[in-house]
């Protein structure tokens, strides 16, 4: 797949705001995704954005989408401690079958 | 139904074992996937069954081999593994054709290589 590339970990107070990264390569991408993960379980879709928008905001979550510079972000607000997961951007291109992940961010919340 | 649900949970076996993984999605969904996915590492894609076809198979050893009885199961039938193919081995499903990504995952079954 096509790389794409995340820092590794974030420790945020719970109710602060907290901002995971992510850049990526391929222009052509179609869809961005966060994905979550809870430990000893599967991925969840969180959010998702269109190549064409530049902001999409689904009650806590808020996805900025820089086309210009390949990146990608996910601010949560208000964290709590059930967003203690890791979080996976991921792209793809319409009709692929094929999703490249990013390496993931692990996001703990400190009480 | 929004579950992708996968047997065992947990799973345990020797290197001439012969086992395998299922999963089962009730959501209609008409492409189906494996993937592998190392502790704390992003899932790797191994196989894509669209419309009950094998459409992907990311050169994943003969020792892992895939089926796709009819649109709501998927199998991966394990024989001689080796230790190193230890992981987490998740399904998921999505609509098919036309595919946006919107991936549902199941909770994976935890594979041990002895």
């Known amino acids: 797949g096509e790389d794409v590339e995340q820092s590794l970990f974030l420790s945020v107070r719970e109710g602060d705001s907290s901002v995971i990264n992510c850049t990526y390569t391929?222009?052509?991408?179609?869809?961005l995704y966060w994905y979550k993960q809870e430990p000893g379980a599967g991925l969840q879709l969180l959010t998702y954005i269109f190549s064409n928008m530049d902001m999409k905001q689904d009650q806590r979550l808020t996805v900025l989408l820089n086309k210009k510079d390949k990146h990608l972000s996910l601010r949560i607000a208000d964290t709590q401690t059930g967003d203690s997961a890791i979080y996976f951007c991921a792209e793809t291109t319409y009709g692929n079958n094929r999703l490249a992940f990013g390496k993931g961010n692990q996001v703990v919340v400190i009480p | 139904d929004t579950e992708v649900t996968q047997t065992p949970k947990h799973l345990v076996m020797g290197m001439t074992n012969k086992k395998s993984l299922k999963c089962e999605q009730h959501?209609?969904?008409?492409?189906m996937y494996w993937y592998k996915q190392k502790a704390k590492k992003p899932p790797e894609l191994m196989f894509v069954?669209?419309?009950?076809?094998?459409?992907i198979n990311e050169s994943v050893p003969s020792r892992f081999s895939p089926e796709c009885p009819n649109s709501s199961l998927l199998n991966l039938h394990l024989h001689a593994l080796q230790p190193e193919d230890s992981a987490l081995y998740l399904c998921a499903s999505s609509q098919g054709r036309p595919n946006t990504g919107e991936l549902f995952f199941g909770e994976g079954s935890r594979l041990t290589v002895l």
């Open positions: 069954y669209s419309y009950e076809k094998l459409s």
């Open positions: 959501m209609g969904h008409r492409a």
């Open positions: 391929d222009s052509s991408s179609t869809y």
